[in-house]
């Protein structure tokens, strides 16, 4: 097993405003297939640092590397192919609600290239996975709140991401709903796939009490004490989805 | 991987149509308007040209020979006449091809040259002038030169019309294309607002294609493609509405008559060429549009 961490975080700064530094000296390594959650209380920088992590922001200062490159030295043309190795769900779903529950899933496909065969069977067992495979043709803005995050999921894991970004995914559910979504995304880490978290939620802890836990506080992270974790589960197979 | 891609973008066009339908009428209406001078002042040069070549090219001029003269003869005046310094080339016509000439000139006035029985026209001398600074002075002496000559019944150069009629022809010609480009210009910028107004309008859409891992140009695409549609159906108009003009003009006039000032039937150039300038100008509009938008 590799012990290179897939990703790398040195001293990593972020301000929006010159002078209010969000990230301050923000140092983190996470190993591929690691779950974590990146906790803090609003305001904190959790955004932030995953807008950093998906190259939506870039850093004032300090370097961030995922698999050996560093990120923000990428090419104007390599950034879309990193993009689509890093799935991204936001607290707000950020779907297309004029479209179909299909049509938002295959986006990132369609955008990838792929054949139109090859999007249907794979949003077909996409929408399987989250289990949303009645509504395919339904628009988004007439699911529920817990549905459409599990599009805004599907959608996130379209393209087999390495990492999957998830940003308060359950800030705007219910327990129940959290919970569906919570047991997705430990579908999704079962399968390998790096993921983390940021929440100001507590109670999303119980339902993976053996991830890993980094607080971010003025800008720093730290470690908290951890529970003896498989950081490295053991890998099941082909996608759960297939 | 074609395939999707292209009827994404072209739902994606369509879609931005519907959702702002006054914008893009408006860029409809100012590309169909553009393209549709664009024709009237083309058919205006068309038909002038036709009428009279020399108006258009100043170095054109022609010399008509008396009755009667032999081939022989007018092959020594054109060897003469090809020989001065101020002529750059020089042709010679029979009276058939005078005759030819003519008749496809003033096509649609057949009942003229009917019942003339034989030929009447002499043979003629098409004649180029060299291009110079004092055209005006060139073409007054290449005139009186050719008339001395003994078997030349006229010569005809552009200082035939009188020099008033001839500045007032070229200035009414040069506002006409001045509009012209105020015009071209007007368009690609209104179908760079349109598309602009669009991207702004989705901007939402773009940032999740930006998470999703799309590509610059697959995000710009659609709004390419919204502007073209634009011009295309721009272009639509204004061939529509030249064609109603001729539909005019023929009722107007006499059909034989009419159909030689104005060609336009259902040409290739009415509905082939046109659709491309449009679809060019708008690509022009869309381009400015989104040079810097979409950024990374
Ligand atoms: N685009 C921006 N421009 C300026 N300031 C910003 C921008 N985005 C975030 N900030 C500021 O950065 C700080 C951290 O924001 P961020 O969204 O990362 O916090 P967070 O930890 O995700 O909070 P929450 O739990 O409420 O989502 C906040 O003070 C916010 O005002
Ligand atoms: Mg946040």
Request: charge should be positive.
């Amino acid at each position: 097993m590799t012990s290179v961490p897939f990703i790398q975080c040195f001293h990593v700064a972020k301000s929006y405003v010159a002078g209010e530094e969000v990230l301050r000296d923000a140092n983190l390594q996470v190993f591929k297939g690691e779950f974590l959650f990146l906790m803090g209380p609003s305001g904190a920088g959790k955004s932030t640092f995953l807008k950093l992590l998906l190259g939506l922001e870039a850093p004032t200062r300090g370097h961030i590397l995922v698999d050996g490159r560093n990120i923000h030295r990428l090419s104007r043309k390599e950034i879309p192919a990193y993009r689509r190795k890093v799935g991204m769900v936001f607290q707000d779903f950020r779907l297309l609600n004029q479209d179909s529950v299909f049509h938002n899933v295959a986006l990132p496909l369609v955008a990838a290239g792929r054949s139109r065969r090859w999007i249907r069977s794979k949003v077909k067992s996409l929408l399987q996975f989250v289990g949303l495979d009645g509504k395919t043709h339904v628009p988004c803005c007439r699911l529920s709140g817990g549905e459409q995050q599990r599009v805004a999921l599907a959608r996130a894991v379209a393209n087999d991401p390495w990492v999957l970004l998830a940003d308060e995914p359950t800030g705007n559910l219910d327990a129940c709903a959290s919970a569906v979504i919570m047991e997705l995304l430990k579908a999704v880490h079962a399968r390998g796939t790096t993921v983390v978290v940021a929440t100001h939620d507590a109670s999303l802890l119980e339902h993976l009490p053996e991830a890993r836990r980094v607080h971010i506080q003025g800008g720093i992270f730290y470690e908290e004490a951890e529970a003896a974790a498989p950081r490295f589960p053991s890998a099941m197979g082909g996608p759960v989805w297939e | 991987m074609g395939m999707s891609h292209w009827r994404y973008y072209m739902a994606r066009a369509l879609g931005g149509f519907r959702k702002n339908p006054l914008p893009a009428a408006v860029s409809v209406l100012v590309v169909g308007l553009c393209l549709f001078m664009t024709g009237l002042c083309s058919l205006g040069f068309w038909g002038i040209y036709r009428i009279a070549p020399h108006l258009l090219v100043p170095s054109k001029a022609v010399i008509y020979l008396k009755e009667g003269v032999s081939v022989q003869e007018a092959r020594g005046v054109q060897k003469t006449v090809a020989g001065w310094p101020l002529v750059a080339a020089c042709h010679y016509k029979s009276p058939q091809e005078v005759l030819e000439e003519l008749r496809d000139r003033y096509g649609g006035w057949e009942d003229l040259f009917q019942g003339l029985g034989e030929n009447p026209l002499p043979p003629a001398l098409e004649v180029r002038l060299q291009v110079r600074e004092d055209m005006e002075g060139a073409m007054r002496a290449f005139e009186d030169k050719a008339k001395a000559l003994e078997p030349v019944q006229d010569v005809l150069t552009a200082r035939s019309w009188s020099g008033e009629t001839l500045r007032r022809m070229r200035t009414v010609l040069g506002m006409g294309l001045a509009l012209l480009v105020v015009w071209i210009a007007c368009s690609i910028l209104i179908v760079a607002n349109t598309v602009r107004l669009a991207f702004y309008g989705r901007r939402d859409e773009v940032e999740v294609l930006r998470v999703v891992g799309a590509s610059p140009s697959f995000i710009k695409m659609p709004f390419y493609l919204e502007g073209i549609l634009q011009g295309v159906l721009g272009a639509a108009l204004a061939a529509s509405l030249l064609w109603l003009t001729g539909r005019m003009v023929g009722a107007v006039l006499p059909p034989s008559l009419a159909a030689g000032i104005w060609p336009l039937g259902a040409g290739a150039w009415l509905w082939g060429i046109l659709p491309l300038a449009g679809a060019g100008l708008s690509w022009l509009g869309a381009r400015l549009a989104l040079r810097r938008l979409a950024s990374y």
